[in-house]
C-alpha cells in the first residue's frame, strides 16, 4: 500500500507573512488525515517555513538544488545545505527548471545523484510539451526522461524518491490532463521501473501534477497509478490545498 503524498510547489511567489497564514490553515486542515503533505518554498524562506510547521504533520521541500557538492558556484544552494535546513524533499528537474533555465537530462540526473547522496528524497519531475503529444511522442519523451534518472541512481535510488508525471501543457494552464490520460502514462512510468526492478515499480510513488484544484483532484487520485499530486497554484490557497490533501487520502 503506497502512502499518498501531496506536494505544495510554491515557486517564485509568496512572503513572510503569506506564509505564516497559510501554514496556519493547512496545518489546521490535514490533521488525522493519511496523506503525506510537503511544502517546498522558494529558497529564502526555508528557515521560516521549517519554524512554522515543527510540530505539525508538514514536510518541507525545496525547488531545486545544486548538482555540485560544494564550493565556488555563485548563486546556487547546494543538497546539503538544504539538508541543514531541514528539508526531506527536493523537486528536481521541473519543467520551468527544464525549458527556462537549460536542465536537460543529464542535469536532472546528476542533480538526481547528488539529492541522494545528501540524504534529500527527490520528486523528479517528468512530461511532455503539448506538440510532443499531439505527435504521438508522450511515451517516448517521458521515457527519455524516465531512464536517464534510472540509469544514474539504479532502481534502488529511485526507490527513495519521487516521480512527478506533469505534462507540461497542463502546468498553470488550467488544463488539467483527464484521469485516463494521466492514468496512461502513470502506468507506462511504473511498467518502466519494473524493467528495472518489480517491487520498486509496486511501491514507487508517481504523483501527478498539471492544474490539479479541489474540484479534479478526487478523479485523479481514484486511479490505481495515481499517489498524489504535485500542486503549483492550488497549493498557495489554504482551502484548495487542503481540499486536495483530503482527496489524496
Ligand atoms: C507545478 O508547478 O508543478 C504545477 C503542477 O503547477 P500548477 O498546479 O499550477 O499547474
Request: charged residues 20%; proline residues 3%.
Amino acid at each position: 500500500m503506497r502512502q499518498p503524498l501531496v506536494a505544495g510547489n510554491w515557486k517564485m511567489n509568496g512572503s513572510r507573512d503569506s506564509a505564516t497564514g497559510l501554514l496556519k490553515g493547512v496545518a489546521a486542515g490535514i490533521g488525522g488525515l493519511a496523506t503525506e503533505v510537503v511544502v517546498c518554498p522558494p529558497f529564502v524562506y526555508l528557515e521560516q517555513v521549517g519554524r512554522l510547521i515543527d510540530g505539525t504533520a508538514i514536510q518541507l521541500g525545496a525547488q531545486n538544488m545544486a548538482r555540485e557538492e560544494a564550493g565556488a558556484f555563485t548563486g546556487e544552494v547546494a543538497g546539503s545545505m538544504l539538508q541543514d535546513m531541514g528539508c526531506s524533499y527536493v523537486i528536481l528537474g521541473h519543467s520551468e527548471r527544464r525549458s527556462l533555465y537549460g536542465e536537460d537530462d543529464a542535469v536532472v540526473a546528476a542533480k538526481t545523484v547528488r539529492a541522494l547522496a545528501d540524504g534529500l528524497l527527490p520528486i523528479v519531475c517528468v512530461g511532455e510539451l503539448l506538440e510532443e503529444r499531439q505527435a504521438g511522442k508522450t511515451e517516448e519523451v517521458v521515457g527519455r526522461q524516465l531512464n536517464a534518472v534510472l540509469d544514474a541512481v539504479g532502481a534502488a535510488g529511485i526507490a527513495r524518491g519521487v516521480i512527478a508525471y506533469e505534462p507540461v501543457w497542463a502546468i498553470g494552464t488550467g488544463m488539467t490532463a483527464t484521469p485516463e490520460q494521466a492514468q496512461e502514462v502513470h502506468a507506462f512510468i511504473r511498467a518502466g521501473v519494473a524493467k528495472y526492478d518489480g517491487a520498486v515499480a509496486e511501491g514507487l510513488r508517481i504523483l501527478y501534477g498539471g492544474s490539479v484544484k479541489g474540484d479534479n483532484a478526487e478523479g485523479l487520485f481514484g486511479q490505481p497509478d495515481i499517489d498524489g499530486g504535485l500542486i503549483g497554484g492550488a497549493s498557495l490557497k489554504v482551502d484548495d490545498f487542503v481540499a486536495i490533501c483530503r482527496a489524496a487520502g
